[in-house]
């Protein structure tokens, strides 16, 4: 069989319209079946017209060749993106509302639609929406008898005995601001403040203090290098908090038995709340007619029930229509196949982080340098948060940039 790439290219060797999709997937399940998705879109087309992806490493790497590609005038039709991206790209003017391009988005999951408008338009189609959920190791659950954790103090007490019995430490986790956004979001914290971010406040400062001592007591594993479904064999993997959109990767690498559920919750009646990641695909000002209307068209049918069921099951992103639910794609699928039904649950119960256009830098340069520099023990919880406010007020300030 061709691969997906090579079909594409094919599609549109000889097109007369090609829309530019720039994305930051750099591999495996999420890459191929966005490609899937786009030979099966180009192939009705019939090489008039195509979309092309074109990878643009990380996700960061890909709002960083954006900046450059608007200062070069190189902006392609479509590409992926952050609520704060969006906020970021339409300082700029360089976004298209969503309302200009005809499409109807009945249907689509209200959560993530409300998280693109700004001052009331819609900016961006919800495309690869992911939440995070708990990844477990059930062979080590069932050697200690141990049952699924459903809050906060069962998930600590199962995570430390099962610590003690292997001697290392089973929770993995990426000291960074997605995996603190759980802890933080589940214990009622909030980054907005009567209009101001703050990320010193006194939640803020108990959640990375509680991290830190998980570490101390020997049952959270810091990861600093790669994704966790990397690191299975740094040690006895137990535990992680991690996207939804990383199943596929854990599935492939786990030699255990992979079980996923809710995540703990506050307190065992419901689950904790998830940061919703991944992104929106938006169409930029720059694309001219026959190219929006091919963005167009192309959205259309990526936000289907039926295409959202199949990019879904593939992954593990949510689908963004709420007709997916009812698609035998997903009916028949979670028969068998429980971790989808957890993502679904799990995406009931979920939070974004600010979508202010400082915070891509705020999240990486300035909260998630905080939290590994506490959890890797080169500050106290309170001095890296209140260091990092204060970095964040000089920036929000124009004192910084
Ligand atoms: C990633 C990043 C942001 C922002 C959150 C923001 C920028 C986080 C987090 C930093 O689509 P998601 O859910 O998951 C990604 C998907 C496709 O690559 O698969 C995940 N993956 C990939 C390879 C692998 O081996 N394992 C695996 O889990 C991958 O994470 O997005 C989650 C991870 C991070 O990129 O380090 O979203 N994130 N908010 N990035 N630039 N800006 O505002």
Redesign the pocket.
């Known amino acids: 069989q061709p691969k997906a790439e090579d079909v594409i290219k094919e599609q549109c060797a000889k097109a007369e319209v090609v829309a530019e999709l720039w994305h ?5 399940a ?1 890459k191929a079946a966005l490609e899937n998705l786009i030979v099966e879109f180009n192939r009705g087309k019939g090489g008039g017209a195509c979309v092309r992806p074109v990878p643009q490493g ?3 790497d ?2 960083t060749k954006l900046k450059a590609a608007f200062a070069a005038n190189k902006v392609p039709a479509m590409a992926q993106a ?1 609520e ?2 969006i906020a970021l790209y339409l300082e700029g003017d360089a976004v298209l509302p969503v309302s200009s391009l005809g499409l109807d988005l009945k249907g689509l999951n209200p959560l993530f639609v409300n998280a693109t408008k700004i001052k009331g338009q819609v900016y961006g189609v919800p495309f ?1 929406k ?1 939440v995070q959920i708990m990844y477990y190791n059930n062979d080590l659950l069932k050697k200690y008898g141990a049952k699924v954790p459903t809050s906060i103090d069962e998930f600590v007490a199962t995570a430390k005995r099962l610590s003690e019995g292997e001697k290392t430490p089973v929770y993995f986790f ?1 000291p ?1 601001a ?1 995996t603190y956004a759980y802890w933080f979001f589940t214990r009622g914290g909030s980054y907005n403040q009567n209009g101001k971010i703050v990320l010193n406040s006194k939640v803020g400062v108990e959640t990375l203090e509680f991290l830190v001592k998980g570490v101390k007591d020997g049952w959270a594993k810091p990861i600093t290098q790669g ?1 966790i ?2 690191n299975f064999g740094s040690g006895t993997f137990g535990f992680s908090t ?5 199943y596929s ?1 854990y599935k492939s690498a786990a030699k255990f038995d992979l079980g996923t559920a809710p995540l703990p919750g506050k307190t065992g009646k419901q689950p904790g709340y998830a940061l919703v ?3 929106n695909l938006i169409v930029f000002k720059q694309a001219d007619a026959k190219e929006r209307a091919l963005a167009a068209e192309f959205l259309r049918f990526v936000i289907s029930p039926k295409a959202q069921a199949v990019f879904g099951v593939a992954t593990g ?1 949510v689908p963004v229509h709420l007709g997916s639910g009812a698609d035998a794609t997903v009916t028949r699928y979670v028969k068998e196949n429980p971790w989808f039904g957890t993502i679904l649950t799990q995406s009931r119960f979920a939070r974004f ?1 600010p979508a202010i256009s400082e ?2 830098q705020i ?2 340069d300035i909260l998630g340098q905080a939290i590994k520099e506490a959890v890797l023990g080169q500050a106290t919880p309170k001095a890296a948060l209140d260091k990092a406010q204060k970095q964040v007020d000089d920036l929000l300030a124009g004192r910084t940039r």
């Open positions: 930051g997937f750099t591999g495996g999420p990380s996700y960061r890909l709002s952050f704060n991206n690869n992911s990426v960074d997605s994704f479904n990397a991690d996207t939804s959109a990383g990767f990641q991944g992104t992103y982080e915070w891509e999240r990486f």
